[in-house]
């Protein structure tokens, strides 16, 4: 896998077909990119999970915070790193643990020896990526402000209800 990037068709697959982000790093503070990032999943239909050892037992959007991923009950598709690459390894290592199906490194985040170990355990990786960022620009939304989503549109994208709008991710 080249992890200087990625298809569309790759992360728009990922997107897709996962239902539940951890999000390592969460932050309950408004103005922290993982609280963006939280705040829009959920708002997207999916579970999303925060994980911050700081926060455990408070809640974050309404949403319990674990220590860490051993401690989730229910199933983890997405372990979403807001953590330095030097962390990333350990999560990896306990994605794989917990049997989740990817690991995503946030913007500014890449562990190449994490990403192998992933690979080998049959995990997909994205790294260096924000999954917000990814399905605003793969369903249309960036557009809106003004962003090139290398799609040329006049028309707004079609939004689902609330609770199924990650189904929707258009092909382009």
Request: one cysteine or more; glycine letters at 10%; aromatic letters at 6%.
């Amino acid at each position: 896998m080249n992890h200087d990037s990625y298809s569309d068709d790759y992360i728009r697959g990922i997107l897709n077909s996962v239902r539940s982000f951890a999000i390592v790093g969460a932050s309950a503070n408004t103005v922290r990119p993982s609280y963006f990032v939280l705040k829009y999943l959920l708002d997207k239909g999916y579970t999303a999970i925060p994980v911050n050892p700081g926060k455990a037992g408070s809640e974050i959007l309404g949403q319990k915070v674990y220590a860490s991923l051993r401690d989730i009950s229910g199933p983890v598709d997405v372990v979403d790193v807001f953590r330095n690459a030097q962390a990333a390894l350990g999560i990896t290592k306990e994605a794989i643990e917990i049997g989740a199906k990817v690991v995503w490194m946030q913007l500014g985040v890449r562990n190449d020896e994490a990403a192998g170990l992933a690979e080998e355990a049959g995990l997909k990786v994205v790294m260096n990526c924000c999954p917000k960022i990814e399905y605003a620009r793969l369903s249309g939304e960036i557009g809106w402000a003004g962003v090139n989503s290398r799609a040329i549109s006049s028309a707004r994208p079609k939004l689902a209800p609330k609770g199924v709008q990650h189904r929707i991710l258009r092909e382009t």
